[in-house]
């Protein structure tokens, strides 16, 4: 496959051009398509003089961020991997130095929202370009996310993924933690203590609890569509009852767009949370495990830079 050039450049776009670019690759995300566009990547950048670095070493990135501080290269990351790698390297950078994604996971959630692919071309056009897209994060107890944090049984099949995982994750890898979950997870209620403004406070309790950054989840489910990754703000949805047939109700009625109406479901948004419950709870953040209730969570302002998309979703 051969790349086309892309055009000659003007003076205004060579003093904004990136310098310097490293990739930073998931070791367990993508199969052997992905990998080849890194490589298609590598040799696209180094066509346009631009120095490029791989590294499968988190360790390794921070110490170039922080030589980075007393350089004038214009510099960017590239993400290859699943939401869980992007969030990761999101945590690991300062605001004013942008990512881009270069989507090798299962869901790759963020990545299908504003329309990245996974394009030695595509991500070699972004850093052309080099357009910022500014969009808020959240924290959960001190771990950077970008798409959500939910706690309960869904987050249960992700423990339970956690604790299973070898290598790359299909969709069918979730059959046996689905299974487990089913069979002895309990639904235990899980109370959100949320603040909106100032002095403006809300408790509710259910057995699932959602928080959304960008209104995205697996599988194609449309749970929270009012969620905006740029309005200062995490939109939670919560379902009320617990049990395996309420839980398939609710799955039902999201599938059809009908859950928002429901008496079950709740909807706030929210700057700042805490979840907790009287019994052991799991809770996930962009399809990652993370551990158990309680978590504090809070939503971080224009806290992450990306390069655009060539069009953006």
């Known amino acids: 496959m051969t790349l086309p050039h892309p055009p000659r450049t003007t003076s205004a776009e060579v003093d904004n051009r990136i310098d310097e670019v490293w990739i930073c690759a998931s070791p367990k995300a993508g199969r052997g398509q992905g990998r080849q566009e890194i490589d298609l990547l590598v040799k696209r950048l180094r066509g346009d003089a631009i120095d490029v670095h791989v590294t499968h070493s988190m360790g390794a990135l921070r110490d170039r961020i922080a030589d980075h501080s007393r350089s004038t290269r214009r510099f960017a990351v590239v993400a290859a991997g699943g939401d869980g790698t992007l969030a990761l390297v999101a945590q690991n950078l300062p605001r004013e130095i942008p990512i881009v994604p270069l989507p090798m996971g299962t869901e790759n959630l963020l990545a299908r929202h504003f329309g990245y692919t996974c394009s030695a071309e595509a991500v070699g056009n972004s850093i052309q370009r080099n357009k910022p897209l500014v969009i808020d994060a959240g924290l959960a107890n001190g771990r ?37 979950a089913l ?41 929270e569509p009012g969620a905006n990754g740029t309005d200062g703000m995490l939109d ?64 971080l302002p224009g806290r992450v830079t990306l390069l655009a998309p060539p069009i953006v979703n």
């Open 144 to 180: 950077l996310f970008l798409v959500m944090v939910t706690a309960g049984m869904d987050a249960e099949v992700v423990r339970g993924m956690h604790l299973t995982r070898r290598g790359h994750i299909t969709r069918w890898s979730y059959a046996r933690p689905i299974l487990r």
């Open 236 to 299: 939670r949805i919560s379902l009320h009852k617990g049990l395996l047939w309420n839980g398939l109700h609710y799955l039902t009625r999201i599938k059809l767009g009908w859950h928002l109406r429901h008496r079950d479901v709740d909807r706030r948004r929210f700057r700042t949370a805490i979840w907790s419950s009287p019994l052991r709870v799991p809770y996930q953040l962009d399809g990652d495990y993370a551990g158990r209730l309680p978590v504090e969570i809070e939503v």
């Open 183 to 223: 069979s002895k997870y309990g639904y235990p209620t899980i109370t959100s203590r949320e603040t909106a403004g100032e002095g403006e406070t809300y408790t509710r309790s259910a057995c699932w609890m959602m928080a959304f950054n960008l209104p995205c989840y697996g599988g194609g489910l449309n749970i």
